[in-house]
C-alpha cells in the first residue's frame, strides 16, 4: 500500500524567510499525483499546489513551489518570503484512486 | 458558490445511538469520500464513491456505512456510535479520481 511520510512534525520560520517541508512516498506505480493542503486554525482544508508524476518540471503557485524527484519519491514544499498566515498545518498527499495523507508538520511563522 | 458542505458541524452523542453525518457537493463531481482526522495520524480514509451506486472501502472503515444514490450526497452512518469514533470528519469532492479533492468545512464528532 501507498504510504505518505511527513518526517518534520514542526517547522519554524521566521517572518520573510524561506522554509521547507518535507515529504516522501512509497508506490510501485508511475503515474499519480502529488498535493500539498494546508489546514489553518479553522480546520479547512485548502489546496496549496499539485504536481503531477508525468511532468518533470516541478509545480509553482506564487511564493509556494515543490521540488519532485520522482526517483527518490520526495516530494517538498518551498514557501518563499514566509507570511504570518501561512502559519497552520500542512499535509502531504498522494494520489492515484484513492488519496493517501502524510501526518502532517505544524508550521509556526516568527514576526 | 461551488463547496461542499457538512451538516452537523458538531455533534456530541452517546454510545450506541445511530447517527448521520450529512455531505452534498455543488459541483457535479463523481468522485466523493470520507475522511477522519486524529492527532498525529493525518487523515485516513473511511469510504469513498466514483459514482452513484458504486462505494468502496477506504483505511478504517469498520463501524461505518455510507451510500450514494444520488450524485450530488454522500452521507456518513454510524450505527452504533463507539467512544473510539471521536474524531474529526471531513467530506471531500473532485472531479475524477485524479484530481484534487475539495473538502467539506469538517464535522467534530465527539462520542461518550
Known amino acids: 500500500a501507498q504510504t505518505v511520510t511527513q518526517s518534520q512534525p514542526e517547522m519554524s520560520v521566521q517572518e520573510a524567510e524561506t522554509v521547507t517541508l518535507s515529504c516522501t512516498y512509497d508506490t510501485s506505480e508511475s503515474d499519480y499525483y502529488l498535493f500539498w493542503y494546508k489546514q489553518p486554525p479553522s480546520r479547512q482544508m485548502i489546496l496549496v499546489i499539485r504536481?503531477?508524476?508525468?511532468?518533470?518540471q516541478n509545480a509553482t503557485e506564487n511564493r509556494f513551489s515543490v521540488n519532485f524527484q520522482k526517483a527518490a519519491k520526495s516530494f517538498s514544499l518551498k514557501i518563499s518570503d514566509s507570511q504570518l498566515g501561512d502559519a497552520a498545518m500542512y499535509f502531504c498527499?498522494?494520489?492515484?484512486?484513492?488519496?493517501?495523507f502524510g501526518a502532517g508538520t505544524r508550521l509556526t511563522v516568527k514576526p | 458558490e461551488a463547496q461542499v458542505t457538512q451538516n452537523p458541524r458538531y455533534l456530541i452523542t452517546v454510545t450506541g445511538k445511530k447517527l448521520t453525518v450529512t455531505c452534498s457537493q455543488n459541483m457535479n463531481h463523481e468522485y466523493m469520500s470520507w475522511y477522519r482526522q486524529d492527532p498525529g495520524l493525518g487523515l485516513r480514509q473511511i469510504y469513498y464513491s466514483m459514482n452513484v451506486e458504486v462505494t468502496d472501502k477506504g483505511d478504517v472503515p469498520e463501524g461505518y456505512k455510507v451510500s450514494r444514490k444520488e450524485k450530488r450526497n454522500f452521507p456518513l452512518i454510524l450505527e452504533s456510535p463507539s467512544p473510539n469514533q471521536t474524531s474529526l470528519y471531513f467530506c471531500?469532492?473532485?472531479?475524477?479520481?485524479?484530481?484534487?479533492?475539495?473538502f467539506g468545512p469538517g464535522t467534530r464528532l465527539t462520542v461518550t
Open positions: 498527499a498522494y494520489r492515484r484512486n484513492d488519496m493517501r
Open positions: 504536481q503531477e508524476a508525468y511532468k518533470q
Open positions: 471531500a469532492s473532485s472531479f475524477r479520481d485524479d484530481y484534487e479533492q475539495y
